[in-house]
């Protein structure tokens, strides 16, 4: 009997890892609070629903965020946790139907989106060539991940997230190392750099460690960005146009959208390019 692993699926290749709001209550729509600002056209309170909330728990104006002034959230991304809660954690029941698990739900959301994330994370590692010296560990970080997943409601709001992270973040970390080893020269580290409004036009940012950066408003125009680790970067209105981001580690849907840039722009195998970006090369 074979004793091979089966060959790992890219995070962006698996639903379980992606929002399918056909599968939720409006958890997003409902749990998380936000207020007026350029991002949102109103204030809203956690546990409150939005007021483009819909009884099929569909947004009313989901074509039209960005103009309506909710852009916010076309960039937020939930990494599957909102299924996962409506579905799995309470069975297909929801809010409405049950106002008495209301309350419980929305506090579960939060934490299994975190949980979810570091999921899409390791995912990702496991699917990388160059992090192979430490895919047993990542596999095994990714089961007992998993199973906090699908603990009870109780389970999930009373663990330990940061310490979760911590112990993820530490495998994560080796893969970013890993990957940025197999790139030819030096390369930068922006570990946790301030960059807002950095002009880098045209950069050589190939493998450059841009883990939690604060890139926005950041000029990345041209920038060179193969192979970078942007886990945790802060891409807000970041000029990518013309960039490229082939092979780039770590970075999620959530951050492209945040960011502007062109038909020029090269990404990552699986992330899709937004319909806002301009379509000028």
Same mark, same amino acid.
């Not at 490229?244 to 992330?271: C, E, K, M, S, Y």
């Given at each position: 009997?074979?004793?091979?692993?089966?060959?790992?699926?890219?995070?962006?290749?698996?639903?379980?890892?992606?929002?399918?709001?056909?599968?939720?209550?409006?958890?997003?729509?409902?749990?998380?609070?936000?207020?007026?600002?350029?991002?949102?056209?109103?204030?809203?309170?956690?546990?409150?629903?939005?007021?483009?909330?819909?009884?099929?728990?569909?947004?009313?104006?989901?074509?039209?965020?960005?103009? @309506?002034?909710?852009?916010?959230?076309?960039?937020? !991304?939930?990494?599957?946790?909102?299924? @996962?809660?409506?579905?799995?954690?309470?069975?297909?029941?929801?809010?409405?139907?049950?106002?008495?698990?209301?309350?419980?739900?929305?506090?579960?959301?939060?934490?299994?989106?975190?949980?979810?994330?570091?999921?899409?994370?390791?995912?990702?590692?496991?699917?990388?060539?160059?992090?192979?010296?430490?895919?047993? !560990?990542?596999?095994?970080?990714?089961?007992?991940?998993?199973?906090?997943?699908?603990?009870?409601?109780?389970?999930?709001?009373?663990?330990?997230?940061?310490?979760?992270?911590?112990?993820?973040?530490t495998?994560?970390?080796?893969?970013? !190392? /890993?990957?940025?080893?197999?790139?030819?020269?030096?390369?930068?580290?922006?570990?946790?750099?301030d960059?807002?409004?950095?002009?880098? @036009?045209?950069?050589?940012?190939?493998?450059?460690n841009?883990?939690?950066?604060?890139?926005?408003?950041?000029?990345?125009?041209?920038?060179?960005?193969?192979?970078?680790?942007?886990?945790?970067?802060?891409?807000?209105?970041?000029?990518l146009?013309?960039?490229?981001l082939?092979?780039?580690?770590?970075?999620?849907?959530?951050?492209?959208?945040?960011?502007?840039?062109?038909?020029?722009?090269? /990404?990552?195998?699986?992330?899709?390019?937004?319909?806002?970006?301009?379509?000028?090369?």
């Amino acid at each position: 009997m074979s004793s091979r692993q089966p060959a790992p699926v890219p995070a962006t290749d698996r639903p379980d890892l992606r929002s399918d709001c056909s599968h939720c209550f409006g958890l997003c729509c409902v749990a998380l609070p936000f207020a007026a600002s350029s991002d949102f056209a109103s204030t809203k309170d956690a546990g409150t629903p939005c007021g483009n909330l819909q009884a099929d728990f569909r947004c009313g104006i989901h074509t039209r965020l960005r103009e @309506k002034g909710y852009r916010g959230c076309t960039v937020f !991304e939930c990494f599957g946790a909102g299924q @996962k809660v409506s579905q799995i954690t309470f069975g297909g029941e929801d809010w409405r139907q049950n106002p008495g698990s209301a309350r419980q739900m929305f506090a579960v959301f939060p934490v299994l989106r975190q949980l979810q994330e570091l999921l899409h994370y390791l995912a990702e590692g496991l699917s990388l060539p160059a992090a192979r010296p430490v895919h047993p !560990e990542l596999r095994r970080a990714f089961e007992a991940t998993e199973r906090l997943t699908l603990g009870t409601a109780e389970e999930i709001t009373a663990l330990d997230v940061p310490a979760v992270r911590q112990e993820v973040n530490t495998l994560l970390l080796r893969v970013g !190392e /890993l990957v940025r080893a197999g790139v030819p020269g030096r390369t930068r580290n922006h570990r946790g750099a301030d960059l807002i409004g950095a002009r880098l @036009k045209g950069a050589n940012l190939r493998g450059a460690n841009l883990r939690g950066a604060c890139l926005i408003a950041a000029d990345l125009n041209r920038a060179d960005l193969r192979s970078a680790d942007l886990i945790g970067a802060d891409l807000r209105d970041a000029d990518l146009s013309g960039a490229d981001l082939t092979g780039a580690i770590f970075l999620t849907q959530a951050q492209v959208n945040a960011a502007r840039g062109d038909a020029a722009t090269r /990404l990552p195998t699986g992330l899709d390019r937004p319909a806002h970006w301009s379509a000028a090369r």
